[in-house]
């Protein structure tokens, strides 16, 4: 139980010609200042906890007076280990609650926004400094102080999407002797936020779906962002169609965009170009939003199979003829050109049992070749029916 060697507490004097005042200590290991600031000249034990001596103080009007000093030590009331003397005054930790702007500030500026003050200027004069972020440190010249009172003011319009916090150090000083009264002190300014960004869509805005799907088919996601507060409703989106909806439906929230209908045909309109709506404040009417164009690109199915333009077919051959082209048959396929639900086979179901015709594609036109390969003989058939049919290399889809 020792006081460290150093400043003890002050005594005040009432009454007395403070010109010619002048204190004395009764014990050598404490001395007092003109001003009545008890020292002590080295580390003082306190075996039984407290310490009592007698101060004396006289001025050139009259008779010294005595005062006795009693220095107790206090159990703190954190922590068993850490004992203070009560009279010795420590500095103090000091924290202001965290102040608050609004953003986007008006003018005029400065406007006020509030006062930190220590403790220490209840008893001594004292006058502040302040440093950091938003005073000397970029940006600079957000706020202002008073350095005789704390208080502390806006100079200018701030953006929370730029700055959201601000830490600033604030320190006390002692107007007479320039010492720390108490320790830095953590200033924080933190911006409130005002619904002032729209949300904007991010990534694809083009998707491929399958035609002919069924209702509840995904299309794809739509991703949106707003600078705004995440902690608040300035930034909670919602989407919206705002066009589409006999096709297409989106969750409110997720941004997930479905089929509503089996009837999607890409033969009748192979895009949809689909407007959504994002808007923060959950979708209030109040609320911010912005629109997108999302095309819908239909993937082809092979849902219609060739057809032939016509039917039947008549040719003429003379008998006893070799290879020869004998007819061209054309189909309509209106599904994808060029791709397997387009490209048709052909193929000789009946009539071809002696193997005297072949059918090729030309693959330029799509159209089915029909070609003698072996000589006909009149007197065997005159007339030879054939009966041929059309496929596309991909499966039929029903
Ligand atoms: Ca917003
Ligand atoms: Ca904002
Ligand atoms: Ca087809
Ligand atoms: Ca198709």
């Known amino acids: 139980l020792t006081i460290p060697a150093g400043y003890v507490t002050k005594v005040e004097t009432s009454g007395c010609d403070p010109t010619s005042l002048w204190f004395s200590s009764k014990d050598p290991s404490f001395t007092v200042r003109s001003d009545g600031v008890i020292i ?3 580390s003082v034990t306190m075996e039984t906890g ?3 001596f007698s101060v004396g103080v006289h001025d050139n009007n009259g008779p010294e007076s005595e005062m006795e000093v009693h220095l107790v030590y206090k159990r703190t009331r954190k922590t068993n280990e850490k004992r203070e003397a009560v009279l010795r005054r420590t500095k103090r930790h000091w924290r202001p609650a965290p102040f608050h702007i609004l953003e986007n500030g008006k003018p ?7 006062q930190f003050v220590s403790d220490s200027s209840q008893n001594y004069s004292v006058f502040y400094t302040l440093r950091g972020p938003g005073i000397d440190e970029y940006p600079f010249d957000i706020f202002s102080f008073n350095s005789e009172n704390g208080k502390l003011y806006l100079k200018q319009s701030v953006d929370r999407e730029e700055y959201s916090e601000f830490h600033l150090t604030a320190r006390v000083f002692d107007k007479v002797n320039q010492k720390e ?15 002032d960004n729209a949300p904007e869509f991010i990534g694809p805005l083009q998707f491929v779906v399958d035609e002919q799907n069924g209702p509840g088919t995904l ?5 949106s962002t707003d600078r705004d507060d995440p902690n608040t409703d300035h930034s909670r989106v919602q989407y919206k169609l705002l066009s589409g909806l006999n096709y297409f439906a989106i969750h409110p929230k997720s941004g997930t965009i479905t089929t509503v209908t089996n009837t999607l045909d890409r033969e009748t309109t192979d895009k949809h170009f689909v407007i959504v709506e994002a808007r923060d404040r959950e979708g209030a009417a109040n609320g911010l939003f912005t629109t997108c164009t999302v095309t819908i690109n239909l993937r082809d199915v092979n849902d219609n199979p060739p057809t032939f333009l016509k039917t039947p077919y008549k040719a003429t051959i003379a008998e006893n003829i070799g290879e020869k082209l004998l007819l061209r048959i054309p189909v309509e396929d209106k599904d994808l050109i060029n791709t397997p639900n387009w490209i048709s086979k052909f193929i000789i179901t009946k009539g071809n049992e002696n193997g005297n015709f072949r059918i090729d594609r030309d693959p330029a036109t ?6 003698v390969t072996k000589p ?3 007197e065997v058939s005159p007339i030879v029916r054939l009966e041929v049919l059309a496929r596309n290399e991909a499966e039929l889809n029903s």
């Open 376 to 378: 006909l003989d009149y």
């Open 50 to 52: 407290e310490r009592t």
């Open 40 to 42: 002590a000249l080295r």
């Open 366 to 371: 799509n159209e089915g070749c029909l070609y």
């Open 219 to 223: 299309v794809g996601q739509l991703k």
């Open 108 to 114: 005029p500026f400065p406007i006020y926004i509030d």
């Open 181 to 195: 009264r108490d320790n830095p002190a953590p200033i924080t300014v933190i911006v409130d936020d005002e619904n």
